[in-house]
C-alpha cells in the first residue's frame, strides 16, 4: 500500500499510523528519524533521543491520523526542541506531560519563556546559529521566515521577533539532518553544508516555502533525501499550510527517487 491516498475530500491523507514502541527509544546502533505527523519529528541516534515539535495530544483542529503515540509512552527525550510558537509545533500539554523525561528543552527566547510560565518548565532560549550539544548531537539553530503575526493587528500585543523562528540543522554520527522548519523560502537557506536528509516543508501558503520554492530548496541541494513533513495530517482541505500533496513533490524534484514519504511514526534508517 502507498503511504498516502487521496480521501474523499480531495486532500492527500497520511496513511495508518505505526505506533512507536520502547524499542524505538532504544540504542538500536543506527540513526533513526522519524515522522511523527504535522510538522513533528523524532531522531534516534544510537539512542539518544531528540524530539522536535511534538504534537501528541492538545491539537487544536480535526485530524486525520492516530498519534503515534499517548504521551505517557514516551520512554525518554533527551533534547525536546520546538521551532516557533504556533499550536501546531508548540503543544503545552505535551510538554508538561513528557517534562518528567525529559532532560533538556530548547527554544527561543520568547518560548523558552513561556515555557515557563505556562507550563512550569525550564527551557534554554536561543538565537540563530546557536549550537548545542546533546551527547554525540549537534544542534544548530537555522533562521526561518515564518513571522506571520507581524501582519495581523489582532497579534500587534508585543513585537514578533524575525529570530524567533528556527530550523534545526543536526549532526551525528557524521550525517547531517536538516529540519527546515515553517519558513519562506531565504537566501541563507540555500548555501547550506549539504545535508543527508532534509526534514521538507512544502506547504503551497504564503508564509511557508510555496511549491515553486520547495522546488529551488530540493533542487539546490540534489543528493539529499526529503522527508516529507507537515502535510496528509490535519482535516483541513481548504488551508494550504496543511494540504500539501507528495506527489508534487515527486513530479517535480531532480532525483525523485529521493522523495521519503513515511507513515505517522514509521523509521526511516539512515
Request: net charge negative.
Amino acid at each position: 500500500m502507498s503511504n498516502y491516498f487521496i480521501n474523499e475530500k480531495g486532500q492527500a491523507q497520511a496513511a495508518e499510523t505505526v505506533k512507536l514502541t520502547k524499542k524505538d527509544f532504544q540504542n538500536n546502533h543506527r540513526i533513526g528519524i522519524y515522522w511523527l505527523g504535522g510538522g513533528g519529528a523524532m531522531i534516534n541516534s544510537f539512542g539518544t533521543i531528540i524530539m522536535i515539535d511534538p504534537v501528541l495530544k492538545g491539537f487544536d483542529m480535526p485530524l486525520l491520523i492516530d498519534m503515534v503515540a499517548e504521551t505517557d509512552e514516551i520512554e525518554k527525550i533527551d533534547g525536546y526542541f520546538v521551532s516557533h510558537v504556533d499550536n501546531d509545533h508548540y503543544s503545552r500539554p505535551t510538554l508538561i506531560d513528557v517534562a518528567s523525561v525529559t532532560k533538556e528543552v530548547h527554544a527561543s527566547h520568547y518560548v523558552a519563556s513561556l515555557m515557563k510560565d505556562e507550563c512550569g518548565v525550564d527551557a534554554y532560549g536561543h538565537t540563530w546559529w546557536d549550537e548545542v550539544n546533546i551527547d554525540d548531537v549537534n544542534v544548530r539553530f537555522t533562521p526561518a521566515d515564518h513571522n506571520w503575526q507581524s501582519e495581523f493587528e489582532e497579534y500587534n500585543y508585543r513585537v514578533w521577533e524575525k529570530e524567533e523562528y528556527f530550523g534545526f540543522y543536526i549532526t551525528t554520527q557524521g550525517k547531517k539532518i536538516w529540519y527546515v522548519g515553517d519558513s519562506r523560502l531565504m537566501e541563507e537557506q540555500l548555501h547550506m553544508d549539504e545535508p543527508d536528509v532534509i526534514l521538507f516543508d512544502f506547504a503551497d501558503n504564503e508564509y511557508h516555502i510555496g511549491l515553486k520554492n520547495a522546488y529551488k530548496l530540493a533542487n539546490t541541494y540534489p543528493n539529499s533525501k526529503l522527508i516529507l513533513v507537515h502535510w496528509g495530517t490535519v482535516d483541513a482541505p481548504y488551508m494550504t499550510p496543511f494540504n500539501g500533496n507528495p506527489d508534487n513533490v515527486v513530479k517535480n524534484v531532480v532525483n525523485p527517487e529521493r522523495v521519503i514519504i513515511l507513515k505517522p511514526g514509521e523509521e526511516f534508517v539512515l
